[in-house]
């Protein structure tokens, strides 16, 4: 993709209340757009991020027999009513104005309701148990606060799993399933998480499962042990429940990227989603829930990884793979960067390689490949070009080196 | 993938007040779900016959230089202000209840308020133009009736495309390569489209267009001439357009599964979008927008390709590309039917194929079959396994064939 073609630029002006280093370096370096508070647009190169995080995951959930659906937005008042969260606060809801309750909505924040009312459907009988879907989609919270860019949104994207089964030793066994899926998406994200212990709430009496990325940016602190792998969330800290280990409590700021919950049967009882197992008896289908909020994975990686320059993209999830730059718009320097753009096009395709061929000078087109944060940059210059090669440098170290075309080739094999 | 796994099954069972033929084969089939009037969930089937339209959309809109964004669906009550469309009668409000007027949002059910917004912070000089970008996402429309199925929902998807222009003659110009991807799309996608003139509204003096799929369950009304290409929407047609042919003129009611449109400045100048030419003059920018309802899409397909018995998908966006069932869940006939289908997953990957292995007869298994509307579907009996062969059925056919493996490994290829 040539760079003076991109719908967006950097800048370097920010909108007010933006104080994360999430917001400011996706803002400067046109990843997003701030809509209104808490409330992005994803634009081109945020989108590709984005997508790039949601196929991880999909094909994580697809592993462990996740089947996707999309739910709606407008989730209409009957399905809240019938699980006593019609009132909750942070609901936001469709004024109806002379239309009528036909027009009562609440937007989805959460899907239970309605994944159960579905669930209804299709399961009867113990045959038709374990089942696990999921959806990707856009949710809303009415946050009173959001100030904190991607990290806490008004909208905002959620992959939610839900899980299906016939007793308790099926659920717990597709719990652990789910929790390393979950290990292996962060990983995959270059996100280090820790498996924290939180409350159940109205839910459960056991502990619910929180991954958390220790981070000053967070707005969660946990404590955890330097040795074991003991963590809670503070809500339920207490250091007597921390045994048979030698190691220290340390305290820390964490955002929580994802978590896992038992909901055993409170939807099921609340929709009646009972099946009839081998023996003619009907029994509630115990249920689980799994959540991962791609957009604030998004918010984390960035809040990991930058330096006073801009962003540093693990390669996984960056929108290109090579940004490729000329230093002159003209000449040999030129002829020969559209030389190894086409090379780069050949090989890793077309939407892999920004080829910053824009007129500029050279101060602002290092800047701008600084903030954007791809993994790899390729400088083509009146030096390279002299000993007939071109400049490598990745994006996490200080230092560059000159590679030849061929050797380059052999890199991105 | 295993029939008997798959999150849904087929019902006899609708939902009150769904008379369109789309929304009786989708919901019978297990497609989608009806959530309230005019909102449905995409269950796993439906969403992948929604993913492949979606796909095709991607391809043709990334050929003609668009570029994906994904835009909110809360769009604050400021952006409606300044185009004068806040109080229009389509639109959902949030109730903001105590939490003041930072909390009101018009849920998207258009988006050229905000793209406006954001092209101011990219376009400056006539050094950015021309720029295209979209987005395929859902958007909302407080329908009084909602009762066509995927025709008229009240939350549904849609791909817009903005364009950005120097000038008219760049507009026209983009706008009929816009015309050229769509008539690519709804060709891929097996609609045939007549392109309708209709009225520009408030925004043009010229028409815009429409492309209609004539079909009884259409909303639209559309006047034609069977031997040249003029077509008028009902609203602005007349005889007297209709010049120099000597073509017979029909009425029929049509579908519109997408329109392209000149909006030439009222949202430049709305949002004040300028941009400076090449002798330092600040001009207004010039946009055109180009819709189309991929869901309604969906609902179009049904309603043109189905007989009595279900869905007869074209192959393009069919969910799985082969319905393989084994007439016996034991024996013989079983363990030649797994082998036909692990021989399937190996040729065309295991989401293309949908492996009918229940304990079922063999009527449920052809009914549902019908009504899922596969467009390739294999049997394999006692019969078949009897001469070492496969019966194969096309949906679109009557008559069925034996074949061999080989000759169905070339068939697949």
């Not at 027009?103 to 959460?110: A, C, N, P």
């Not at 604030?296 to 999830?317: L, S």
């Not at 824009?358 to 400088?379: C, H, M, Q, T, Y």
Request: proline residues 3%.
């Amino acid at each position: 993709m040539l760079q003076s073609k991109l719908f967006t630029k950097t800048t370097k002006n920010l909108p007010e209340g933006e104080t994360t280093k999430n917001a400011q370096f996706l803002i400067k370096g046109g990843f997003i757009n701030k809509s209104s508070a808490g409330v992005y647009t994803m634009l081109p190169m945020g989108l590709k991020v984005l997508d790039k995080i949601n196929k991880i995951i999909r094909e994580e959930m697809n592993a462990i027999g996740g089947e996707e659906v999309l739910m709606p937005a407008l989730v209409h008042k009957k399905y809240w009513e019938q699980s006593n969260r019609w009132d909750v606060d942070v609901i936001y809801k469709t004024s109806t104005g002379e239309k009528g309750k036909d027009f009562e909505y609440g937007l989805g924040w959460t899907h239970e309701e309605v994944i159960t009312a579905i669930a209804k459907h299709f399961i009867q009988s113990y045959k038709d148990l374990p089942k696990a879907v999921y959806q990707i989609q856009t949710k809303f919270r009415a946050e009173p606060r959001a100030q904190a860019g991607l990290l806490r949104g008004r909208e905002f994207m959620m992959k939610d799993l839900y899980s299906f089964h016939m007793d308790r030793a099926d659920l717990d066994k597709y719990y652990q399933k789910a929790i390393s899926a979950y290990n292996k998406i962060f990983k995959r994200l270059s996100l280090k998480t820790l498996v924290a212990e939180a409350s159940g709430g109205a839910f459960t009496k056991e502990y619910t499962h929180e991954f958390q990325v220790l981070n000053p940016a967070g707005e969660d602190s946990v404590y955890y042990c330097d040795k074991c792998d003991f963590c809670q969330n503070q809500e339920i800290f207490n250091s007597s429940n921390h045994k048979d280990c030698a190691g220290e409590i340390k305290n820390s700021k964490a955002i929580e990227v994802g978590n896992v919950f038992k909901l055993g049967t409170k939807f099921s009882d609340a929709y009646g989603l009972y099946y009839t197992d081998k023996d003619g008896v009907k029994r509630p289908v115990i249920m689980g829930s799994y959540g991962i909020g791609p957009t604030r994975a998004m918010g984390a990686i960035v809040e990991v990884f930058n330096d006073e320059k801009g962003i540093i993209w693990p390669e996984a999830v960056s929108p290109f793979k090579v940004h490729l730059l000329a230093l002159s718009d003209s000449g040999k320097v030129k002829s020969e960067a559209d030389k190894v753009y086409k090379m780069l096009v050949g090989q890793i395709g077309e939407t892999e390689v920004l080829y910053d061929e824009r007129s500029a000078s050279a101060g602002e087109k290092f800047n701008d490949a600084d903030l954007l944060g791809i993994p790899l940059r390729l400088v083509v210059s009146e030096k390279t070009v002299s000993v007939k090669k071109v400049e490598l440098r990745k994006r996490s170290e200080k230092s560059a080196k000159l590679i030849s075309i061929a050797d380059l080739k052999n890199l991105l094999k």
